[in-house]
């Protein structure tokens, strides 16, 4: 029996033995037991002699008052653990992914997210003419590329929303608005996801692909057919995303501007899917393989022309400089297109391409149009890191070692370079173009990547520029410069 206890006992041996009148009694402790005896005996020494007092008016007060306020201070001590088991219902943490709260059975979850890519870019060699003999060049400079914050969730564990809006360019757009419901394993227990709102068309490797993850700072040639066709639109998708297989087919009409032409044209819609396989697909080793398929019938902006269908290169987000451009093309009823997707991965190395063909049919006895794109592309990650891949797509690299000078880690560095082509040339405004594009890429940390590509214009055909002295715009070499922070 401890100390505390003995107290204890000696407090009920008093209130039991002793009467209302003043009395004394001397205690004894046993050493080896501890228990406590009235009378002498061996192994027992002498606590003392104890008298009871009769308790005042004053003393019962004090101690009523000390019951009350244990008794409050019980109660505050329940409301604050009640409190704490509540608050240990939700949890709060910050890290490389941003802002993220969820509750303790995770059925409601939310991120804030973002991103911001700074730009500076130069030409050189730009002095053009243009089809009416005016002069024009690239703009160097520099621009905010994106400035764009998200925010995702979960409600009820199987409804996902993403909303994703830009700030770029002094002006605001949406880019992703969508919610999605992953509640459904019908076949063979694997998982759909049903996703409805503005969002990515199920069309190419790297139109599917975050900016944030791209080897290059602009997307390849092949894009001047993709951006305009199969970008982000409003619909309906369905795909089962898998480790080593993913499917996917949605169905989907324009952008969120609404069409509000006073003719009253009717909206264009589409019809895309896209399927990769990974035969292997470790860590370190991927094998990707993919096909994709569209089908747009394009809006009608008055009775006979799309003025929106219209197929262009400029050299940089910000340069207004158009080496090949079709102009609108009219009378199109719809546009078909197939993607083929290939890339390998094998440590820091990475190499892959795609190619896109389009077949536009056009009405009225227009000539029907086929145009082509492709690019190959290779990387080498210089401090040995290799590049994830995940349900059909690339992403960034993680360094191994984040940059520090206080702990010795110089972050990763990547070396990547590109060859694309595009062909417009079916249609008489079309021109046709290659160029070429180096990179290299510094991952600070998990967040901060600086990029600096260089691209050169190799041969183009049918430009609507020309040089001072009338010969093609293919000496054209591009510099770019981005800051990215992302998360």
Do not use: C
Request: net charge negative; hydrophobic share 35%; proline share 3%.
């Amino acid at each position: 029996m401890k100390f505390s206890e003995v107290t204890l006992a000696v407090a009920g041996v008093l209130g039991a033995s002793l009467s209302s009148s003043a009395f004394a009694i001397d205690l004894y402790v046993d050493s080896t037991t501890q228990q406590i005896y009235a009378q002498p005996g061996p192994n027992r020494i002498k606590l003392g002699t104890f008298e009871k007092v009769e308790e005042t008016a004053s003393q019962k007060a004090e101690m009523e008052a000390i019951r009350n306020d244990l008794t409050l201070k019980t109660n505050e001590l329940k409301a604050l653990d009640e409190h704490m088991k509540e608050a240990e219902q939700v949890k709060v943490k910050m890290d490389k992914k941003g802002l993220q709260v969820e509750s303790a059975d995770k059925n409601f979850q939310f991120r804030l997210g973002g991103r911001i890519h700074a730009d500076a870019s130069y030409s050189s060699g730009d002095d053009y003419l243009d089809s009416k003999g005016n002069h024009v060049e690239a703009n160097d400079g520099t621009e905010i590329r994106r400035a764009r914050m998200e925010f995702l969730g979960t409600f009820f564990k199987d409804w996902n929303f993403k909303s994703q809006v830009d700030f770029a360019d002094n002006s605001v757009a949406v880019k992703d608005m969508f919610v999605q419901y992953t509640g459904l394993k019908p076949l063979a227990n694997l998982p759909l996801a049903i996703t409805f709102g503005q969002q990515k068309q199920a069309f190419s490797r790297e139109l599917q692909e975050s900016s944030n993850d791209l080897m290059f700072m602009e997307r390849s040639l092949m894009d001047v057919l993709n951006a305009p066709t199969v970008d982000r639109a409003i619909g309906l998708n369905v795909a089962s995303l898998n480790k080593n297989w993913t499917g996917q087919v949605g169905i989907y009409g324009d952008t969120v501007t609404p069409n509000k032409e006073k003719n009253m044209a009717d909206e264009g819609w589409g019809i895309s899917s896209r399927w990769t396989y990974a035969p292997i697909n470790e860590k370190t080793k991927v094998i990707h393989l993919g096909v994709a398929g569209n089908y747009r019938v394009p809006d009608h902006k008055d009775d006979v022309n799309d003025k929106d269908l219209r197929f262009s290169y400029e050299t940089s987000h910000m340069s207004n400089l158009n080496l090949i451009d079709t102009g609108h093309i009219e009378d199109v009823n719809n546009i078909k297109m197939v993607g083929l997707e290939a890339n390998a991965l094998y440590g820091p190395f990475t190499v892959g391409g795609e190619y896109t063909h389009m077949w536009l049919d056009r009405k009225d006895g227009s000539d029907n149009l086929e145009f082509d794109g492709w690019y190959g592309e290779a990387s080498w990650t210089l401090t040995g890191e290799s590049r994830k891949y995940k349900t059909g797509k690339f992403y960034h690299v993680d360094p191994k070692k984040p940059f520090s000078l206080a702990n010795g880690g110089w972050g990763a560095w990547e070396l990547a370079t590109r060859y694309a082509e595009v062909d417009l040339t079916d249609y008489s405004k079309g021109g046709q173009m290659s160029n070429i594009t180096v990179a290299l890429n510094w991952y600070v940390n998990n967040n901060i990547r600086f990029m600096a590509d260089y691209n050169r214009a190799l041969e183009i055909q049918n430009s609507p520029l020309t040089t001072v002295s009338g010969g093609k715009p293919d000496n054209l070499d591009t510099f770019m410069l981005r800051g990215q922070l992302y998360f």
